[in-house]
Nanobody, 114 residues
């Protein structure tokens, strides 16, 4: 069974930066397209960014130009570098394979507020 552990969230002022990390265990990490999702209370989880097994990148329009997804297959870890954060980026951030087929981890809370 795949286990996902997200970390790196916190409280940051508008315009600030954070780097999220997610480590996956129990799978051959390198073969999977991976993604970061985010969810606010009362809303559906939405895709923020995706990285293919070969490295191709896709971003939601709302984060394009501000967020960067990357992966380190040797460490079985996917990252989300977030810059120029806005209050509307406040959410719980989760990683999963693209499509969300694995059990979700606990997520990491990102709060953008002055």
């Amino acid at each position: 069974q795949v286990q996902l552990v997200e970390s790196g969230g916190g409280l940051v002022r508008p315009g600030g930066s954070l780097r999220l990390s997610c480590t996956a265990s129990g799978t051959i990490f390198s073969i999977w397209p991976m993604a970061w999702y985010r969810q606010v209370p009362g809303k559906e989880r939405e895709l923020a960014a995706r990285i293919a097994s070969g490295g191709g990148l896709t971003y939601a329009e709302s984060v394009k130009g501000r967020f960067t997804i990357s992966r380190d297959n040797a460490k079985e870890t996917v990252y989300l570098q977030m810059a120029n954060l806005r209050p509307e980026d406040t959410a719980v951030y989760y990683c999963n394979n693209f499509g969300g087929a694995w059990n979700w981890g606990q997520g990491t809370q990102v709060t953008v507020s002055s």
